[in-house]
């Protein structure tokens, strides 16, 4: 059974950082590319990072360029994502997702976690 555990969202003032995690079990974790989205309420699904197999690949939205970054600890079967000078525009629901094929830039997913809700208000 695949599983995506997302935690350590939270509510945080402007500026502050985040670490989220996304524990996985089911599937190769070390064969698959991994991403996070993000959706805000009334909003749809946004696409905000992927990681290559090895780490060293990454991609972000030009939203979130410069202060987020995405890694990964194939050892633990464990996806990562540091989010640092949050603002409130940063708000949302933030999922762990496989995808269908490894891109940097995905649109759909295989599988997704439940997420974790990320507030970012002082």
């Known amino acids: 059974q695949v599983q995506l555990v997302e935690s350590g969202g939270g509510l945080v003032q402007p500026g502050g950082s985040l670490r989220l995690s996304c524990v996985t079990s089911?599937?190769?974790?070390?064969?698959?590319?991994m991403t996070w989205f993000r959706q805000a309420p009334g909003k749809g699904l946004e696409w905000v990072s992927t990681?290559?197999?090895?780490?060293?690949?990454?991609n972000y939205a030009d939203s979130v360029k410069g202060r987020f970054s995405i890694s990964r600890d194939n050892s633990k079967r464990t996806l990562y994502l540091q989010m640092n000078s949050l603002k409130p525009e940063d708000t949302a629901v933030y999922f762990c997702a496989r995808p269908f094929l490894n891109v940097y830039r995905p649109t759909t997913y295989k599988d997704r976690g439940q997420g974790t809700q990320v507030t970012v208000d002082s």
């Open positions: 089911g599937f190769p974790f070390s064969h698959y590319y």
């Open positions: 990681v290559s197999i090895s780490g060293e690949g990454t």
